[in-house]
C-alpha cells in the first residue's frame, strides 16, 4: 500500500515539474541569495514553489502561465480576494500624496475606530507591522500589567516566532514529553530558562490545564491563545473549554490575550464575537491590513494605558518606524468598511456547505478523514482521530495529505500545504464545488491506492 501511495505521489511531483518549468528555474537562482531560495517559510513546497506573475480576484497566475484558484489567499488575508477595485484605489490615491511620514494620520484613527467598534474587547489598540509583532507587544502590556513574568500557551499553539511564543509550536512525536508540560524548544540554540518562563497546556483538556494555571497563578501573566486553532486545520476549541480558561484566568488574575490573527474574519467582532467569550486583550493580522503588512493589540482601557505617553501610568514604549503607516491603514479601512454582516454570513454559509460536501466524499469513499473548520475557514485531515488537539492532529497521514496537496495544485487548486484554506467575499458555490470535485477525483486515485 504504502509503496502504492508513494508511486502516486512521484507522479503528482512530476507531473506539477513539467507544469512549472520557469519556476524552477527563478527557484535555482533564489537559491544563492536567500537560504533555500525562500524569505518565508510558507511560501516554500517540496520539490519548489511556483511563482507567481499576477492575480486578480480569486485567480492566481503563474509564471508558466496556470492559473490557481485560490484558497490559501496569503494565509487567509486576502478576504475581499486579489486586487480588489477599491483597496487598489486607496492604495494608488495615498501613493500619489506619500508613502510614510514621521507624523500620524487620520487614517489611523479610522481604522483604530472601525475596529475597537465591533471588537468587544478593545477599548483602545496600537499598530504594529505583522502579527508577530502584535502577540510579542500584547505579552510585554500584560507582564507590565501584572508585573508577573511567566506566560502560559498551548502545545500546537502557533504565535510568530519570537522566543516566548516559540515553545511547543510544532514538535515530532519523537520529541514530545508524557505531558505538555515543561514544553519542547522550537528552535535550536533557544535558551533552556524559557522551558521554566513558558507553562505549555494541552487543549481542551479542563483539568490539566486547571491544575497548572492555578500551580503558577502567582507567576503568569497571562495566557494566550487562539479561540480557532489555525494550526490545525481551523480547529475551534470546545465552547465549554473556551468558557472556562475565561473563568479560570479571571479568577486567577491572569490576561487572557486572544490571539485572533485568523479567526478575526468569522464574525464583525471575531470568533470572541462570535462565541460571545470576552478576553482581556486580542492581537489582530491578516484581514485588518488589506493585503499589506499588518498587526494591532489591544485591549482593556487600563492595560493600554501602559502605552500611553500623556498618562501618569505610562511604562511601556512601543516604536516601530511603520507602525499605522498610511498605506496599510487606508486599505485596511476599506476591506472593514465593505465587510457588512451579510458578506460575513455568506461566507460562513458556504463554508458550512463546503465542509458538508468534503465529508461527504471521503465517507462515501470510506477514507478516514476528519474535515475541521469553522465559518469560512476549513481543513481536510487524513486522521482516523477525533482531532481535539496537537496529539491528536499529528496523526495525519503525510503521504495522504502530500498527495491531496499535490495532486490539487495539477487540478489548478491552491490551498496551503496541510490542506486548509479560506473563503473570501467573492467566493461562491461555483469555486467551491471545483475545489469538491477536484477534492473527488484526487480521493477516488488515492481509494484505488489503498
Given at each position: 500500500m504504502s509503496e502504492n501511495l508513494q508511486n502516486l505521489l512521484n507522479q503528482k511531483i512530476e507531473e506539477y515539474k513539467?507544469?512549472?518549468?520557469?519556476?524552477?528555474?527563478?527557484?535555482?537562482?533564489a537559491k544563492k541569495y536567500m537560504p533555500g531560495g525562500s524569505t518565508r517559510t510558507t511560501q516554500w513546497m517540496d520539490p519548489y514553489p511556483f511563482y507567481a506573475k499576477n492575480a486578480k480576484g480569486q485567480i492566481m497566475n503563474d509564471v508558466d502561465d496556470n492559473s490557481y484558484l485560490d484558497f490559501m489567499i496569503n494565509a487567509t488575508s486576502l478576504i475581499l480576494g486579489h486586487a480588489?477595485?477599491?483597496?487598489?484605489?486607496?492604495?494608488?490615491?495615498?501613493?500619489?500624496?506619500?508613502?510614510?511620514?514621521?507624523?500620524?494620520?487620520?487614517?489611523q484613527t479610522k481604522l483604530s475606530k472601525l475596529i475597537t467598534d465591533r471588537t468587544p474587547s478593545m477599548d483602545t489598540l496600537r499598530f504594529t507591522n505583522s502579527g508577530t509583532e502584535a502577540t510579542m507587544m500584547s505579552i510585554m502590556a500584560a507582564?507590565?500589567?501584572?508585573?508577573?513574568?511567566?506566560?502560559?500557551?498551548?502545545?500546537?499553539?502557533?504565535?510568530?516566532?519570537?522566543?516566548?511564543?516559540?515553545?511547543?509550536?510544532?514538535?515530532?512525536?519523537s520529541e514530545l514529553n508524557e505531558t505538555t508540560n515543561p514544553g519542547v524548544l522550537q528552535y535550536p540554540g533557544q535558551p533552556e530558562s524559557?522551558?521554566?518562563?513558558?507553562?505549555?497546556?494541552?487543549?481542551?483538556?479542563?483539568?490539566?490545564?486547571?491544575?497548572?494555571?492555578t500551580e503558577h497563578r502567582n507567576e503568569l501573566a497571562c495566557l494566550i491563545m487562539e479561540p480557532v486553532i489555525s494550526g490545525l486545520g481551523y480547529l475551534p476549541l470546545d465552547i465549554e473549554f473556551l468558557e472556562f480558561t475565561r473563568?479560570?484566568?479571571?479568577?486567577?488574575?491572569?490576561?487572557?490575550?486572544?490571539?485572533?490573527?485568523?479567526?478575526?474574519?468569522?464574525?464583525?467582532?471575531?470568533?470572541?464575537e462570535l462565541f460571545n467569550i470576552t478576553p482581556d486583550m486580542t492581537t489582530l493580522g491578516k484581514i485588518i491590513g488589506g493585503g499589506l503588512p499588518v498587526g494591532a493589540f489591544g485591549g482593556k482601557e487600563e492595560i493600554m494605558d501602559l502605552l500611553n505617553p500623556s498618562s501618569s501610568n505610562y511604562n511601556l514604549s512601543h516604536?516601530?518606524?511603520?507602525?499605522?503607516?498610511?498605506?496599510?491603514?487606508?486599505?485596511?479601512?476599506?476591506?472593514?468598511?465593505?465587510?457588512?454582516i451579510d458578506k460575513y454570513d455568506a461566507m460562513n454559509e458556504l463554508g458550512n456547505n463546503l465542509r458538508s460536501k468534503l465529508n461527504s466524499i471521503f465517507n462515501e469513499l470510506e477514507i478516514d478523514t476528519q474535515i475541521t473548520g469553522i465559518g469560512s475557514l476549513f481543513g481536510i485531515n487524513f486522521n482516523d482521530t477525533k482531532i481535539s488537539d496537537?496529539?491528536?492532529?499529528?496523526?495525519?497521514?503525510?503521504?495522504?495529505?502530500?498527495?491531496?496537496?499535490?495532486?490539487?495544485?495539477?487540478?489548478?487548486?491552491?490551498?496551503?500545504?496541510?490542506?486548509?484554506?479560506?473563503?473570501n467575499t467573492l467566493s461562491t458555490n461555483t469555486e467551491t464545488n471545483k475545489l469538491v470535485e477536484s477534492t473527488r477525483m484526487i480521493a477516488t486515485e488515492i481509494k484505488s491506492n489503498l
Open positions: 513539467s507544469k512549472t518549468q520557469i519556476s524552477q528555474n527563478l527557484q535555482s537562482d480588489s477595485p477599491n483597496v487598489i484605489d486607496a492604495i494608488k490615491t495615498q501613493t500619489d500624496i506619500g508613502t510614510a511620514y514621521s507624523a500620524p494620520t487620520d487614517g507582564r507590565a500589567y501584572t508585573k508577573k513574568q511567566k506566560i502560559a500557551k498551548f502545545e500546537g499553539g502557533y504565535h510568530g516566532t519570537h522566543d516566548h511564543v516559540s515553545i511547543s509550536v510544532g514538535p515530532k512525536a524559557l522551558l521554566d518562563d513558558v507553562i505549555v497546556l494541552p487543549y481542551n483538556d479542563i483539568e490539566t490545564t486547571k491544575k497548572l494555571l473563568e479560570i484566568t479571571k479568577e486567577l488574575n491572569i490576561v487572557l490575550i486572544y490571539d485572533e490573527i485568523q479567526s478575526y474574519r468569522l464574525a464583525p467582532g471575531g470568533a470572541q516604536a516601530g518606524t511603520f507602525n499605522g503607516n498610511p498605506l496599510t491603514m487606508e486599505a485596511g479601512t476599506v476591506v472593514m468598511e465593505e465587510l457588512t496537537y496529539r491528536s492532529f499529528i496523526k495525519n497521514n503525510n503521504i495522504l495529505t502530500k498527495i491531496l496537496f499535490m495532486g490539487s495544485i495539477n487540478n489548478g487548486i491552491l490551498m496551503q500545504t496541510k490542506n486548509a484554506g479560506a473563503l
